[in-house]
């Protein structure tokens, strides 16, 4: 017995459906962002700005970029992203103290690059280094 052409289109819309809800529902849950560890960073003792090397990607759903340390330097942190691309500034400078709390930086579309610039906003107060976690 031989399936229509026209009864073989309604047997696979219920398989396409289903594997575009797979397809979807993935490419959803993996836009989402999520925290990502930064390794010990050490601050100029003379309080001059430095722009890490590391380029990230902006993969958060809602676009926001967030830090949140664990340790500051001794005379505080000041830090902002940056556009990897234009070099402009991607929102606010944000300072720490406080820690462990979440500091919106700013906001980009997804797949935006960028990289971080910090220092320590009172120069020469040691330790000089820092860490802590950035989210995008």
């Given amino acids: 017995m031989s399936i229509s052409p026209r009864a073989r289109r309604y047997v696979l819309s219920p398989v396409a459906f289903v594997l575009s809800a797979l397809i979807f529902g993935t490419a959803v849950a993996s836009a989402a962002g999520s925290w990502t ?7 100029y003792s003379d ?5 890490s ?4 990607t ?4 809602n676009s926001a970029i967030k830090l949140k340390v664990s340790q500051a330097p001794g005379g505080g942190l000041a830090f902002y992203v940056k556009n990897y691309n234009t ?4 929102g606010s400078i944000v300072y720490s103290p406080p ?16 990289v971080n610039v910090f ?6 107060k040691k330790p000089y280094y820092w860490n802590g976690s950035e989210y995008y």
């Fill in 37 to 43: 560890p930064l390794p010990q960073s050490v601050c």
């Fill in 47 to 51: 309080g001059s700005w430095f722009t």
């Fill in 53 to 56: 090397t590391n380029v990230r």
């Fill in 58 to 61: 902006v993969h958060s759903g």
């Fill in 87 to 90: 070099g402009n500034r991607i």
């Fill in 99 to 114: 820690i462990n709390t979440p500091l919106l930086c700013g906001s980009a579309p997804a797949g935006t690059d960028f």
């Fill in 119 to 124: 220092k320590e906003t009172e120069a020469g």
